[in-house]
């Protein structure tokens, strides 16, 4: 079982920055990969950036050069960097860990367990 809780949420005018954080407790050495997703009412839960256990990142092409996924792993814990947000970047923000196998599904929500209850963003024009 893995226990991931997010914190960092909050609102911004476009333009700004918000860095979220995910921290991980329990069998988080099963995990291979952590994730962040988003979902915005009205749409489908979208992966945003993923990080895998030998620091290999994806990222969806619309956060591409704007946000940044890192980990601190002596503190277990994942990070999302974002910069230049619009509004169209409003959402909940949910963090995801999980064994994966599929290296072409890491962006795809339901190849994980365990997930946070979210971080909502606001991004305010």
């Known amino acids: 079982q893995v226990h991931v809780v997010e914190s960092g949420g909050g609102s911004v005018q476009a333009g700004g920055s918000l860095r979220l954080s995910c921290a991980a407790s329990g069998y988080t050495y099963n995990s291979n990969c952590m994730g962040w997703f988003r979902h915005a009412p009205g749409n489908d839960r979208e992966g945003v950036a993923t990080?895998?256990?030998?620091?290999?990142?994806s990222y969806a092409d619309s956060v591409k050069g704007l946000f940044t996924i890192s980990k601190d792993k002596d503190k277990n814990t994942l990070y999302l960097q974002m910069k230049s947000l619009e509004p169209e970047d409003t959402a909940m923000y949910s963090c995801a860990a999980d064994n994966i196998v599929n290296w072409d599904s890491l962006l795809h929500a339901p190849s994980y367990k365990y997930w946070g209850q979210g971080t909502k963003v606001t991004v305010s024009s």
């Open positions: 990080l895998r256990s030998d620091d290999s990142t």
